[in-house]
């Protein structure tokens, strides 16, 4: 009797064991994690923007650019980072950089977004609101990016770290878009950074 007690306990806690193994084999398997550092480029990240056109340059669109710099004092990684600069005196415009994820179908994710951004001037005026996003549809306009902001880019006088986590759910085609990046609120010419961007995905 008690070798019949014993013997089961054993298969029990083979089974709880197996299982919990398994459980976190399926976790890891479908866990996705991705960093960005720059140092060797964007990776598959692209840059996009939604821009106003220079009333002081027609036809031209106002001054901005999202580059890959070297600048050891603009990095929290090594020596590059990601800078984001915008004439925003037309008190408008976004940059960012978007990627796609491919996923499951029609199913819930839990995505975390995490990354560096260097302000350089700690202000009570939100001179740019830092974005975020993370949603089923490729971010093309400003609108598509109200649900990604993140707060002011000015609340640090040098480096601060922006993490959002979010619930989503992938629809019939899978994929996830997740970017980063910066929108202007006043009026003047920025520059901020971006580094060691994290994003995990489970
Ligand atoms: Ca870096
Ligand atoms: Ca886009």
Redesign the pocket.
Known sequence: MKKTIIGAIVIVTVVIGVSGGLTAYFLLTNELSEFQ???LGLGDWVIDRDVPMDPNNPGHEVNWSVTRVENASR????T??LKLFIDGRQDDGVIWIEKSFALKANKQYRVTISFQFYCGAESFNIITQVVGYCNTTNPEVEADLIEGLLGSGEQALEWKEYNRTLIVRTDTDGILWIAVGMSVVWETEISHFI??LLIKVK
């Open positions: 550092d720059f140092e990095a929290t990684s090594g590059h980072s580094d060691d």
